[in-house]
Every structure is written in structure tokens, then in C-alpha cells.
T-cell receptor, first 112, second 116 residues
Framework: AQSVTQLGSHVSVSEGALVLLRCNYS??????LFWYVQYPNQGLQLLLK??????LVKGINGFEAEFKKSETSFHLTKPSAHMSDAAEYFC??????????FGSGTKLNVKP | DAGVTQSPTHLIKTRGQHVTLRCSPI?????VSWYQQVLGQGPQFIFQ???????GRGNFPDRFSARQFPNYSSELNVNALLLGDSALYLC???????????????FGSGTRLTVV
């Protein structure tokens, strides 16, 4: 069975501050892990994905995530938040790229 | 290139009615998946189709059905609508269906269904 837990339904940071969005997963097999972003009234856009290659994954818009097997975590970070980063972020796990299990999402608010 | 297109974008239906949602995948993509996203929650897997065959089904009642056409477009049908079916329905397409594939899924912008 697979599942994802996102800690913190709302995160607020100041513009220019570090962004850290937390994701812990549960998977009975080596997982594939993803971060998606959703802007209001839009679909999901892939930020980055982990597919068992490098444990530090770089994505679009300056985001990156590190796969830590010992901690079953895949936290999303960005060194410096921008106003345009305000959105909802979803972590997802899959064992075969065919069926995704999404977390409940974290809404990121960026204060000027 | 056009992305994944879904129609309609918004829909209001009455309890007990039937609804059909449509999805056109990216050209060349043969796999289509459907997800339901209830307000305040993450998307939940409903169906996956590949080469016109159902390849996966989530934990949804039989009121939900889908099909994929020879051109790889897809329809999601929901019968006997309930208030709880109100959600954003997302379609995603992918080039292939294979374990360990490096290809990802591209999501459409969704259909917002409101049941009153």
C-alpha cells in the first residue's frame, strides 16, 4: 500500500525566504515520488520527480527535493521565495507511474 | 502543441442526473487517467485506460464509468449524481504505460462539476 502525508496544510513565508514543504511517504516497494503545483482554477503542473537516480532532484522554477529513504521523506525546498510561488503544492507517490497517490496538499502563501 | 484538453470547463447538474466529461490527450499519448479532486483534498485516482482498455480502477462506486476511443480521447460518465460528486475532475495523459517509464503524466485543467 502507498500513501503520502504532507505536514502543514498552510505554509506562509516572506518573499526571499526559504521555502520548505514537507512530504513523507509510505510504500511497500521502491517508490517514484513527485511534486506537483496547482494554481487557482488550474490543473496540476509537474515540478519534479524522483525515479531512483540521483537522490537530490532539481525541478522547474528553482525548486528541488531530496529523497531520504531512511526518513521516508521527499521534502520540497526553494532557497528564495517569489510572490509567483504562491499556490498549492501536492506530493505524490507511485510504484509504476500509472497510479498516483496524492497528499492532501500544502497551500503556500508568500508575503511581500 | 496542444496540451490535455478537457470539456466542459464548468458544469452544474442536479442530484440524480447523469454527466459526461470529455478529455483529449496530448497528440500521440495513448494512456489516459481520471482523477477526482474534492475541494480541500488531493486528487484521487478513478480510472486509467491504455489502448482503449481499462488498466486500473480506484475505489469508486459503479456509478462511475469511463471509456477510451480509437483516437485515444476519453469520456468519464457518472450516473445518479450525488452532492458528494461535486469536485474538480482531472484528466491526465501519458505517452506509454510501462513500469519504470521515465515519461510523466500531463494533467489537463479539469472540469469543475457542481451538483445541486
Amino acid at each position: 500500500a502507498q500513501s503520502v502525508t504532507q505536514l502543514g496544510s498552510h505554509v506562509s513565508v516572506s518573499e526571499g525566504a526559504l521555502v520548505l514543504l514537507r512530504c513523507n511517504y509510505s510504500s511497500s516497494v521502491p517508490p517514484y515520488l513527485f511534486w506537483y503545483v496547482q494554481y487557482p482554477n488550474q490543473g496540476l503542473q509537474l515540478l519534479l520527480k524522483y525515479t531512483s537516480a540521483a537522490t537530490l532532484v532539481k525541478g522547474i522554477n528553482g525548486f528541488e527535493a531530496e529523497f531520504k529513504k531512511s526518513e521516508t521523506s521527499f521534502h520540497l525546498t526553494k532557497p528564495s521565495a517569489h510572490m509567483s510561488d504562491a499556490a498549492e503544492y501536492f506530493c505524490a507517490v507511485s510504484n509504476n507511474f500509472n497510479k498516483f497517490y496524492f497528499g492532501s496538499g500544502t497551500k503556500l502563501n508568500v508575503k511581500p | 502543441d496542444a496540451g490535455v484538453t478537457q470539456s466542459p470547463t464548468h458544469l452544474i447538474k442536479t442530484r440524480g442526473q447523469h454527466v459526461t466529461l470529455r478529455c483529449s490527450p496530448i497528440s500521440g499519448h495513448k494512456s489516459v487517467s481520471w482523477y477526482q479532486q474534492v475541494l480541500g483534498q488531493g486528487p484521487q485516482f478513478i480510472f486509467q485506460y491504455y489502448e482503449k482498455e481499462e488498466r486500473g480502477r480506484g475505489n469508486f462506486p459503479d456509478r462511475f464509468s469511463a471509456r477510451q476511443f480509437p483516437n485515444y480521447s476519453s469520456e468519464l460518465n457518472v450516473n445518479a449524481l450525488l452532492l458528494g460528486d461535486s469536485a474538480l475532475y482531472l484528466c491526465a495523459s501519458s505517452l506509454v504505460l510501462s513500469q519504470g517509464s521515465s515519461y510523466g503524466y500531463t494533467f489537463g485543467s479539469g472540469t469543475r462539476l457542481t451538483v445541486v
